[in-house]
């Protein structure tokens, strides 16, 4: 075995030599960012120009940036949504010239429909130079860690929850990208990637432990850090049943397992009883079994999403991993890579200027009907703005509703940090629930059972156990209780409906179920006059907020109490 991890030692420092390189020629070119972008910009133009999209927005005739904003506005996926609907069923040049589409990525949408993000050749070159840049990085600040040829575990999710009408997998990228690794990479990653078609949480959890527990760990990777502390939890839980497992080369015999998926995976598993009684010995006197007690965190590292609503669940990280470095992904989402964070303790990461074109408008104009655009090398540090990107995997001018802030510079290119999914969206565990999909479920609720409330918003709460979402209305229309309890479980039902990331999340134990916060009467009208006062506008273009993302907003109102 050491002779074997020597080889694999070499083979893959001289697979990441090239990697070095390109992260100090990265740099340099972070001095020269609207060249680059400009550059970067034509490319995409001129390669797509013959695509039906290309072809109906004028890209022949498009010779400078002006023009590119003249002929393309900034829109959501609903503008590429009949395009990509032609390539899912095989007309692949609506959208993309000479290219094939690997996956579509699913991702929730601001509508009750899914996104599907084409995921192409070039696509994925993109997305592996960025993740190649931030683990060179990553790796070579933490030198003293030896982080080295020990394992990786990587939480990803089902590559292929359905096909096309062609037969392309339509899944998560995550997931996709683990089978598509070299596989002398992927020897170093020790959950399998079935384990991301696994939809009973425990089987999920338990699986992805039993396969890391014997090994020595050196980093964890999750896009949301609520699944590390799904993962270090489900660890103390099942300490019993793991080492046993363990000791015994088996996998229990009572998970939500398909047969021919425990097969395969039981192939693979060998007895290990020394760690197995070393561990248990530990346990036994600790009392517990956290991550920490088998992966200390001096030698050990995490990559996972620190910005937005994320630091309620960071603060817990410690009690399971102790003192563990925490390194941002980046501003990661199915439709590509946007960030590569150089550094700890910020979840700032300097644009990935050589994979996308990047515009962005000022946070107080995106409602505006002709908002100031700008580019890359004209944004200010400390101003908030959302993100628009242009890929060449098909998505331009794209209105993804990400708002970020800009922290500092590195060369002349922005780091900017992820604040969250603007004022339409809230986003805990990773359901992205919007302002639409609150309002649709509280219209079927209403029809379904006849109970109406007259005034309302939704609201994360965090919990340490379970956060979950508060429904705030207001004393009178909870005065029927009983049938107030039905109308809640009839909006709970319909907003699993609305949202499928919800419902996951739900059924994972992730979000608890949707709680009432009962209000003064009167509330609203005065949280509105003041809201009024503060943000100006007249009355009658006011509209009252049915979503409101903000964690600290239950303390904000005077709740009576909560059902």
């Not at 290309?54 to 003249?70: L, P, Q």
């Not at 000791?247 to 395969?264: F, K």
């Not at 949280?527 to 007249?538: F, H, M, P, Q, V």
Request: proline share 7%; charged share 20%.
């Amino acid at each position: 075995m050491p002779i074997f991890r020597s080889l694999v030692y070499r083979l893959v420092q001289a697979a990441t030599e090239p990697l070095v390189w390109r992260v100090e020629r990265f740099r340099r070119d972070c001095e020269r960012p609207e060249q680059l972008q400009s550059e970067l910009l034509f490319n995409i133009l001129r390669r797509q120009a013959n695509t039906a999209f290309g072809s109906d927005h004028g890209f022949e005739s498009i010779r400078t940036i002006a023009d590119y904003r003249k002929h393309v506005p900034v829109a959501p996926y609903e503008r590429l949504a009949p395009y990509i609907e032609r390539v899912k069923n095989g007309e692949t040049d609506a959208l993309l010239a000479g290219d094939t589409v690997r996956l579509f990525a699913l991702t929730s949408g601001t509508t009750a429909a899914r996104k599907f993000i084409p995921v192409t050749d070039r696509y994925l070159g993109a997305y592996r130079r960025g993740w190649g840049m931030w683990g060179i990085r990553a790796y070579r600040d933490h030198k003293a860690r030896r982080l080295g040829m020990r394992a990786i575990v990587q939480m990803g999710g089902d590559p292929c929850e359905f096909r096309t009408p062609t037969g392309t997998p339509c899944g998560n990228l995550s997931g996709f990208s683990a089978t598509v690794q070299k596989r002398i990479v992927r020897r170093l990653y020790c959950v399998p990637s079935i384990v991301g078609t696994l939809k009973d949480p425990l089987t999920r959890y338990y699986v992805a432990l039993r396969f890391s527990i014997g090994l020595p760990v050196a980093v964890f990777l999750a896009a949301n850090p609520s699944t590390m502390l799904m993962f270090g939890r489900t660890l103390n839980a099942e300490r019993e049943h793991l080492l046993k497992d363990l000791h015994d080369g088996t996998l229990r015999s009572d998970l939500d397992l398909p047969a021919a998926i425990r097969e395969m995976l039981t192939s693979q598993l060998r007895p290990n009883p020394t760690p197995a009684r070393t561990l248990a010995a530990s346990a036994e006197k600790l009392g517990r079994l956290y991550p920490q007690d088998i992966w200390p965190a001096d030698t050990t590292l995490m990559g996972t999403w620190t910005g937005g609503s994320m630091g309620p669940y960071l603060r817990q990280i410690p009690t399971l991993f102790g003192d563990i470095p925490i390194r941002d992904l980046g501003l990661l989402a199915s439709e590509g890579r946007m960030t590569i964070p150089f550094a700890n303790g910020t979840p700032a990461g300097v644009l990935d200027i050589g994979s996308h074109y990047f515009e962005f408008i000022p946070e107080g104009e995106v409602d505006s009907a002709q908002p100031t655009i700008l580019g890359a090398h004209e944004l200010e540090d400390g101003r908030s703005y959302y993100i628009v990107p242009t890929t060449a995997a098909g998505l331009y001018r794209y209105h993804i509703s990400d708002l970020v802030r800009v922290r500092g510079f590195l060369g002349r290119t922005p780091m900017v940090e992820f604040l969250g999914k603007g004022h339409r969206f809230a986003n805990m565990t990773g359901e992205k629930l919007s302002e639409p999909q609150v309002t649709q479920a509280m219209e079927i609720a209403t029809q379904r059972t006849g109970f109406a409330i007259t005034a309302y918003s939704v609201a994360p709460i965090w919990h340490d156990t379970t956060p979950y979402y508060g429904l705030f209305i207001e004393e009178q229309d909870a005065a029927n209780e009983p049938h107030f309890r039905a109308f809640l479980t009839a909006y709970e039902a319909a907003l699993a409906d609305q949202n499928i990331e919800y419902e996951a999340k739900r059924q994972g134990g992730r979000l608890g179920t949707i709680r009432a916060q009962i209000l003064p009467s009167g509330t609203w009208q005065t949280w509105d006059r003041d809201r009024l006062a503060t943000t100006g506008g007249s009355p009658e273009q006011y509209k009252h907020p049915c979503l409101i993302g903000d964690l600290a907003f239950k303390g904000s109102m005077p709740v009576l109490r909560e059902l």
